[in-house]
């Protein structure tokens, strides 16, 4: 199936790696332009080569996507570029984390949390850089009638994760704000819809889940539905139909991609 998106032109936000890269290198073979975000320069120009190399079109655009400025920059770089953006992929969710240690402190109970830092990188990241970049490539999209807004969230804030309270919390949060904006800007035919991973393999899930080791694994309900983890794949295929052509009517809506483990209303 052609999905009618050749030529049209992408950001993926936190695209360096993992899921991102992913849905970037699929949409490059979609024929679409792919602007590659990253808060680190290297994943960024590396998925951009990847897709050169193919015979795409691709950039790499740095920028910190809870910083404003920096997020107007990326979009101003692109439309630089390209002169228009159609396709908005917000993934970047995971604040970016040093030691094994940050990584047990960002997914301990909560109540034994009290790091209200840890609290604020999650919230700016998930919320605030959703929010920024959104509203930086309405008004292009608003121009040409045609656009797709589409974020990652996550099972954790479909049905709630333990260890993930406050991630769930604003991932729950991101799908009011897909839901509202779906109704404000469908008259300018633009979608807003959300993609929901279950556990899916990437770097940041491995490191996750070596430090969280047996305990997390043996507690983990991959005993369901197909009984595997996510491959970045599996998530990359819904992101590529929600944002073409072929979904031009869905919008508002919320895709679980978890291989059954969940099975939200
Ligand atoms: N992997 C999973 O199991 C899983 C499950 C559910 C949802 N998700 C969601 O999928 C998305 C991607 O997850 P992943 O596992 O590929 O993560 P990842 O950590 O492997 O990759 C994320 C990328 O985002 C970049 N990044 C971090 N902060 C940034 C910022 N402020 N500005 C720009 N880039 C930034 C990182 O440098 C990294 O390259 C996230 O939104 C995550 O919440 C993942």
């Known amino acids: 199936m052609d999905l009618g998106i050749k030529d049209r032109v992408a950001i993926v936000t936190g695209a360096g790696r993992g899921i991102g890269r992913q849905i970037c290198l699929t949409l490059g073979e979609e024929g679409v332009r792919v602007a590659i975000n990253d808060i680190r320069e290297e994943g960024a120009n590396a998925v951009a080569d990847e897709i050169k190399k193919a015979g795409g079109q691709a950039i790499g655009v ?6 404003q400025d ?27 984390l040093q030691s094994s240690q940050d990584v047990m402190a960002a997914a301990g109970t909560f109540f034994t949390q009290t790091e209200r830092p840890q609290w604020d990188r999650t919230m700016q990241l998930i919320t605030y850089g959703v929010l920024f970049c959104t509203r930086a490539v309405l008004d292009t999209m608003m121009e040409r009638r045609w656009g797709r807004i589409l974020s990652i969230i996550s099972d954790a804030g479909r049905v709630g994760e333990p260890r993930l309270v406050p991630y769930s919390m604003a991932k729950a949060g991101v799908v009011g704000f897909t839901k509202a904006l779906a109704k404000e800007v469908g008259r300018y035919c633009i979608t807003a819809n959300c993609v929901s991973p279950g556990t899916t393999e990437t770097e940041a899930t491995k490191a996750w889940l070596q430090a969280q080791g047996e305990q997390i694994m043996r507690g983990y309900p991959l005993a369901k539905g197909l009984e595997r983890l996510g491959q970045p794949s599996d998530i990359a295929n819904a992101v590529a139909f929600l944002v073409s052509q072929r979904a031009e009517w869905i919008t508002g809506q919320v895709l679980s991609v978890n291989g059954g483990y969940a099975m939200p209303d």
């Open 70 to 96: 920096q997020v107007s920059d990326m979009v101003k770089r692109v439309l630089d570029e390209w002169d228009q953006v159609d396709i908005l992929v917000n993934n970047a969710g995971i604040p970016v």
């Open 62 to 67: 740095v920028a910190d996507v809870t910083n």
